[in-house]
């Protein structure tokens, strides 16, 4: 079955930039049938959804993180991609990465449904000099 | 402060049946039918319960129960057993390709 896993340093210096890695396996993400995403949550607190990336590279972002926010994917690694700049400690969080299950019409058409049904089990990114 | 309202906590007793709220606007539990209740043990990911407002994945114990009345959605827990206990989160489809979370709301299964 599919599978997510989170990956990248578990401390980053303020003001420098956070990278984490997911990487799928059990599945391809190339297949159109789903877009995939990154959710964080600050510890003690709520989720928070961050963006989507479809296998096209087509992605949206939250508003509050768009200008600090990069998302990119690569098919043959099966990985797909955050970055974050200018991190504050307002950015330490438990970072997930997560599939959407999708809703593909005809002629193969798909779009989220905003429904993650797989979720990696998250990574801890500590931002702090 | 969360784009989605959700009590802080409830509770109830083993049997018995719970039901979450999960008020928003027009703009998103209002207008869209992209609504999911997700499921969090402590130190565990979130288990996707409820989407599309109604629909439940496949090994999601029927018991779980999700609706929607104009700006608000909920989730019914009939039957409550102790691995119930956890905190749940109501998401939606918020509009212009973004999605909101509600603040959580912690189950107390007494």
């Known amino acids: 079955q599919v599978q997510l896993q989170e990956s990248g340093p578990g401390l980053v210096k303020p003001s420098q930039t956070l990278s984490l890695t997911c990487t799928v396996s059990g599945g391809s993400i190339n297949t159109g049938s789903h877009y995939w995403t990154w959710v964080r949550q600050p510890p003690g607190k709520g989720l928070e959804w961050i963006g989507y990336?479809?296998?096209?590279?087509?992605?949206f972002y939250t508003p509050s993180l768009k200008s600090r926010l990069t998302m990119s994917l690569d098919t043959s690694k099966n990985q797909f991609y955050l970055k974050l700049t200018s991190v504050t400690a307002a950015d330490t969080a438990v970072y997930y990465c997560?599939?959407?299950?999708?809703?593909?019409?005809?002629?193969?058409?798909?779009?989220?449904?905003?429904?993650?049904?797989?979720w990696g089990p998250g990574t801890m990114v500590t931002v702090s000099s | 402060q969360s784009a989605l309202t959700q009590p802080p906590s409830a509770s109830g007793s083993p049997g018995q049946s719970v039901t979450i709220s999960c008020t928003g606007t027009?703009?998103?539990?209002?207008?869209?039918?992209?609504v999911s209740w997700y499921q969090q043990h402590p130190g565990k990911a979130p288990k996707l319960m409820i989407y599309e407002v109604t629909k439940r994945p496949s090994g999601v114990p029927d018991r779980f129960s999700g609706s929607k009345s104009g700006n608000t959605a909920s989730l019914t827990v009939s039957g409550l057993q102790t691995e119930d206990e956890a905190d749940y989160y109501c998401?939606?489809?918020?509009?212009?390709?973004?999605?909101?979370f509600g603040g959580g709301t912690k189950l107390t299964v007494l």
């Open positions: 027009s703009s998103d539990v209002g207008g869209h039918n992209y």
């Open positions: 990336i479809y296998y096209s590279g087509t992605t």
């Open positions: 997560a599939r959407d299950l999708g809703v593909c019409v005809g002629g193969g058409a798909c779009s989220t449904n905003d429904a993650f049904d797989i």
């Open positions: 998401s939606s489809y918020g509009g212009s390709n973004n999605v909101v």
